[in-house]
Each structure stands twice: as C-alpha cells, then as structure tokens.
C-alpha cells in the first residue's frame, strides 16, 4: 500500500504543484483586486444591474460588503477549473489511465488486490483535493493581511426629520482613510466555502473515477467527465434563468455547490447553519450546509463504491 502511495504522489506532483501556485496566486490576487473598489462605489455600480440578481446566490446588499465580495471569489471560474483539473485529471487516470498505458496489468501482477490499488489512489486524489481547497482559503487569508481598503469618511451633519435634506456642520470635504482588510473581513467565516469546494471536488474525482473504472481509454473517460461538468453547468444557466426551470436545480451538481451562500448563511444566518434546509423569510427553501455536504460527498462515495464494484469484478483487456 506504501509503495502504491508513493508511486501515485509521484504520477500526480507535477499536475497538483501547478494546480496548488495557480490557485493559492489567483485567490491572492482576487482579494486585492477588491480592495481597488471601495464599498460605497461598488454600491453606486450594482445598483444599475439589478435585473441580473436572480443570477447570484445571494442578495446584491450581501455583495456589497467586503465579506460577500471576498466569498465571490471561490466561486470563481478559475477556481472550479483548478478543482476540475486536479480531479478529472487523477480520476481519469485512476483505472482507463494505466489501462492506456499497459501498467496495469504489470501491477497486478504483484501481490497486490484490485481493492488496494483502486483506493490507493483515490487516497492520493482525495487528500490533494483537500490541499487544493485549503489553499484557495490560504491565498484569501494572505491577502486579507496584507492589504488594506480606503473609506470615505464624510463629515458630520443634521438630517431634516421628513426630508431627505442634510446641513452639514463642517466646510470640510470628506476624508479618505486607510484600515487593514482584516478590519472588515472574518477569514473563520469562509471555512464552509473552503470545505464545500472540497466536497464538490470529491463528487466529480468519484464520477470521473466510475467513468474511468467501466472505460480502458483515458481520452475518452476525461470527454465523458468533461462533457458531464459542461451539462451539468448549462442545466444551472437555464434554471436560473426563467423561472418556470427552476426544478431543473434538483438535477445539477453546481445547486449544492454554493460557497456564497454558505458564508452568507453563517454570517446572517447562524442558527440554520447546520441544519439540511434553511427556510428564508419569504418562505423559499435552500439547501443549508449540512443538505450541501451531504449530497456532494455521499454522491462522491456512491460513485467510489460503484467504480470499485465494477472495477473488482470486470475482465480487464490485454495492453495493446
């Protein structure tokens, strides 16, 4: 099991080494970037665009705080190709990859099981999951402390009762301050983002690990994972979109995968945090952390056990 270990860290290193600097580079960059913007103009800019709300996860007025700008950056598109990468990549690989190669059937030539060598690497795949979306948290935790925000400090005045009239008490011009982001920002409360790209990361290695057991070509088993994400998005855009698909959500994987929404539920909304359901004052439903975690890993496992039934069981061809 050792040297299985091993040799699939050294297969995957060069892939995750690339995967772990484009993600820890990108959050780290994404956070600064919205320090550029102060939150009172990014409120002046949002408030032209909101036809296009029922787009986003949460509400525009939790987008205009800092912590809600912050929480847009893991659901970036960068992030998921990241994710997308490392997992497709290693779970591809996992069975149709060293049928390609010829070096299965070397390798159970050894005294090894089908079951240790297909765990084996689901061990390595999962574990770099786990690096990667920790990483993401890490390049938004260095950012958050390393960069500050301006505010306009706008000077004192009297408001007129029934008028939206104010008298100002002083000839001076707003001020412009400087704080650390961290003034603003809670990194603890994006724990349920970077635990939720990770469950969403264990869901598609465990599909494209299950295509990949019932395939003996890579290229192909990496098209059908592909193809499945890019499906599985386009069934999002559209139950979005119009109303009328909104039932369409239950059939997508991108539903349960919502780290705005998660942070946002912590942060508003602690008490259902931990429940399967939030219920929203305007009497919607959503999934609430634990319903997100749940269905993402326990589809992740199901896949695992059908890869490793199928897998166990099936004549594997001769290398060509």
């Known amino acids: 099991m050792k040297a299985l270990l091993h040799r699939y860290i050294l ?8 995967c772990a600097i484009a993600m820890f580079g990108f959050m780290a960059l994404r956070v600064w970037s919205i320090t550029l913007l102060g939150s009172d103009e990014f409120r002046e800019i949002i408030k032209y665009f909101k036809d296009f709300e029922k787009f986003s996860p949460v509400p525009f007025s939790s987008l205009i705080t800092y912590t809600g700008r912050v929480a847009r950056t893991f659901n970036e598109p960068i992030v998921l190709f990241v994710i997308l990468t490392w997992t497709i990549s290693r779970g591809s690989d996992s069975v149709a990859g060293q049928l390609s190669r010829g070096t299965m059937e070397m390798l159970l030539g050894n005294p090894v099981s089908r079951a240790k060598v297909y765990w084996s690497q689901i061990l390595v795949t999962t574990i770099g999951t786990l690096l990667l979306s920790t990483l993401a948290w890490l390049g938004m935790v260095f950012s958050v402390y390393n960069n500050t925000v301006e505010e306009i400090v706008k000077p004192p005045s009297i408001s007129i009762p029934y008028t939206p009239l104010e008298i100002p008490l002083s000839t001076a011009g707003p001020a412009i301050i400087e704080k650390p982001m961290s003034d603003y920002v809670d990194i603890w409360n ?58 369409l ?72």
């Open 249 to 320: 959500l239950n059939f997508t994987f991108f539903n349960p995968f919502d780290p705005e929404g998660l942070v946002n539920v912590l942060t508003e909304d602690p008490e259902q945090f931990w429940q399967f359901w939030q219920y929203r004052p305007e009497g919607s439903i959503r999934l609430s952390n634990l319903g997100c975690h749940c269905l993402l890993i326990g589809f992740g496992l199901l896949c695992y056990f059908i890869g490793n039934v199928v897998f166990c069981k099936r004549d594997l061809p001769a290398p060509i």
């Open 190 to 247: 994006f724990i349920p983002a970077l635990t939720v790209i990770f469950a969403m990361g264990f869901f598609v290695a465990g599909f494209a690990t299950m295509v990949s057991s019932l395939d003996r070509y890579r290229w192909r088993a990496v098209g059908i994972a592909v193809g499945f994400v890019i499906i599985q998005q386009s069934i999002r855009i559209l139950a979005i979109s119009k109303p009328e698909y909104n039932y």
């Open 11 to 18: 297969q995957g290193r060069t892939v995750f080494l690339a």
